[in-house]
């Protein structure tokens, strides 16, 4: 399978505040970056390229993360961009940067 790009968002549910929950979300982060594949972090949400089953494993891990930071549930919202002939980040920005 070609790369795919993927936009996922954690929701901690069950946090006290919202520094307690911004650290939760750091955490999430905190796994795609040590991935080594491609992202890149915005304000709602974070995208990544790559093998498909690489990246769900990835979402999968900073799921755990949110939980081990405290969250009593996590809620993940996911966008999937399949294109046979392969997706990436940078055409997607390429216009604009």
């Known amino acids: 399978m070609p790369a795919v790009t993927v936009s996922f ?10 520094a307690t929950t911004y650290a939760a979300v ?3 982060i905190a796994v795609v970056a040590e991935s080594g594949l491609t992202y890149r972090v915005c304000p ?6 790559g093998d498909y089953d690489a990246i769900m494993a990835v979402i ?7 939980l081990a930071a405290g969250a009593s549930r996590v809620f993940t ?14 055409e997607k920005l390429a216009k604009y940067e």
């Open 77 to 90: 919202l996911i966008k999937v961009d399949y294109d046979p002939n392969g997706s990436s980040i940078a």
């Open 60 to 66: 999968k891990r900073a799921q755990e993360a949110v």
């Open 26 to 28: 750091d955490a999430a």
């Open 44 to 49: 709602m949400e974070t995208t990544i390229e």
């Open 9 to 18: 968002e954690v929701l901690p549910g069950g946090l006290p505040d919202k």
